[in-house]
């Protein structure tokens, strides 16, 4: 069983920067396909950001291309966002999610993910 913790939310200004963190424990997700998720009140989850088990495979929905970038340290059992450039509307509750499947691709849909986090708010203020 895999747990998931998400931190480095917070309450910012448009145009500041923001470093999530994702921490695993209880099982290595070294091979697991990765993701962050957002979802904003009244709104449905939606992806934002993919990485495979080596980095090789990454992507990224259009909204925040150029912006924010996932990463992953295996080594740490860890995944990161960096969120530069951040707008209102990246104001969201964010989690982090794995998927107990191997595979190349990541996928971009939240129903393949086995795991996830409690969620961080990122909340960016006009």
């Known amino acids: 069983q895999v747990q998931l913790v998400e931190s480095g939310g917070g309450l910012v200004h448009t145009g500041d920067s923001l470093r999530l963190s994702c921490a695993a424990s209880?099982?290595?997700?070294?091979?697991?396909?990765l993701a962050w998720f957002r979802q904003a009140p009244q709104k449905e989850r939606e992806f934002v950001a993919t990485i495979n088990w080596d980095s090789s495979r990454i992507n990224y929905v259009d909204s925040v291309k150029g912006r924010f970038t996932i990463s992953r340290d295996n080594a740490k059992e860890m995944m990161y966002l960096q969120m530069n450039s951040l707008k209102p509307e990246d104001t969201a509750v964010y989690f982090c999610a794995a998927e107990a499947t191997w595979r190349s691709e990541p996928e971009t849909s939240q129903w393949p993910y086995d795991y996830w986090g409690q969620g961080t708010q990122v909340t960016v203020s006009s």
């Open positions: 209880g099982h290595t997700i070294t091979d697991y396909p």
